[in-house]
């Protein structure tokens, strides 16, 4: 037995609070941090790899799945459904070993109900709405009705953070990946986290 | 107002773990973390700057403030005393500065005490007795009753670490303060330290 369980980090934010880029910094800079591959319904985007980026299920295997208990949390988005796999992230638990999840505020309440203190959740704001305007504008990719209708969608998840055990506000990309590192580094410390077993000197 | 209020921070450590260096280069690394200037009763030492190092002020005067209840803990360490005034630390709790603190055990408890929730406990530790023991010896400026008084009295002190929030294992001196920067970084993001009115986006 390790000095320690591991710990399930959640990340979540509104969309345009630049979750994904954060996700991605953080487990290339942070030690001893895994991602959490999700399962999904959807189709392979380009440059995705199965197994890597998701494990890519059928509608049949995600409701067999969900039937068997074998998802934490669960959610649908834009016609397909995305699940986070229990059985790696109760072995990371057991093993010591710490798991960085990407997830939204109902599913952040669904891994904290099923996992209570072994789960540090993290909510990321981008400075101000203005600043999330901006971004969802920037890309491009959306008409002024997709983006009124995300824009709305961030203010309601916004309205969580209070259920978050920190807050990062996110208006410099590298300053909010030294605070998330501060984060799972400090949480690593908490003696309320040691085994029981646990005896540094005798 | 601002975003939040201070955080007292508080080190302890048994005499060898290395504390004393600690707190001085956390002090120089860590951002808007500022020390306590404690009270004592003791003459100053060659190189000491009284209001710098420490209030210097007489047994008459360090009654004075006791029985005015001006200092928030203190401690009786060969035949002199020691205190922490009260007002500076909650001056910066108002402001929403954060302040450093470098003290025993039970100094932490009476810290914890009256500012509960304001208070972040860290202990620090050498990696093991074993090294404790040798620090001791490498200072050799105590005869081995001395010596063995300090080993005994650490032993106490080290074993009120479960009442703190943080445990740092001192075996790497640039490391530990890394780590004490981070459980600062950190403990500023929580949520719950934001203060009622705060409103990121509206």
Same mark, same amino acid.
């Given at each position: 037995?390790?000095?320690?369980?591991?710990?399930?980090?959640?990340?979540?934010?509104?969309?345009?609070?630049?979750?994904?880029?954060?996700?991605?910094?953080?487990?290339?800079? #942070? *030690?001893?941090?895994?991602?959490?591959?999700? #399962?999904?319904?959807?189709?392979?985007?380009?440059?995705?790899?199965?197994?890597?980026?998701?494990?890519?299920?059928?509608?049949?295997?995600?409701?067999?799945?969900?039937?068997?208990?074998?998802?934490?949390?669960?959610?649908?988005?834009?016609?397909? =459904?995305?699940?986070?796999?229990? &059985?790696?992230?109760?072995?990371? !638990?057991?093993?010591?070993?710490?798991?960085?999840?990407?997830?939204?505020?109902?599913?952040?309440?669904?891994?904290?109900?099923?996992?209570?203190?072994?789960?540090?959740?993290?909510?990321?704001?981008?400075?101000?709405?203005?600043?999330?305007?901006?971004? !969802?504008?920037?890309?491009?990719?959306?008409?002024? *009705?997709?983006?009124?209708?995300?824009?709305? &969608?961030?203010?309601?998840?916004?309205?969580?953070?209070?259920?978050?055990?920190?807050?990062? #506000?996110?208006?410099?990309?590298?300053?909010?990946?030294?605070? !998330?590192?501060?984060?799972?580094?400090?949480?690593?410390?908490?003696?309320?986290?040691?085994?029981?077993?646990?005896?540094? =000197?005798?």
């Amino acid at each position: 037995m390790g000095m320690r369980r591991g710990i399930i980090f959640v990340l979540s934010a509104p969309s345009g609070a630049g979750k994904t880029t954060l996700t991605r910094e953080a487990i290339e800079r #942070i *030690a001893d941090l895994e991602p959490s591959v999700s #399962i999904t319904t959807r189709a392979p985007r380009k440059g995705e790899t199965g197994g890597v980026d998701y494990h890519f299920v059928s509608d049949d295997e995600f409701r067999r799945l969900v039937a068997n208990h074998e998802l934490a949390e669960t959610a649908a988005v834009f016609d397909a =459904w995305y699940g986070t796999p229990r &059985q790696p992230l109760e072995r990371a !638990l057991v093993e010591g070993r710490d798991v960085l999840l990407d997830i939204d505020v109902n599913g952040a309440r669904e891994i904290a109900r099923l996992y209570g203190h072994d789960v540090v959740r993290v909510f990321v704001m981008p400075p101000s709405f203005a600043e999330l305007e901006a971004r !969802l504008r920037k890309r491009g990719t959306e008409d002024e *009705a997709a983006v009124k209708r995300r824009l709305e &969608q961030a203010r309601a998840e916004y309205s969580a953070y209070p259920e978050y055990d920190y807050l990062i #506000i996110n208006s410099d990309r590298a300053a909010a990946v030294e605070k !998330l590192k501060a984060v799972v580094e400090a949480e690593r410390l908490k003696v309320d986290r040691l085994s029981k077993g646990f005896a540094p =000197w005798n």
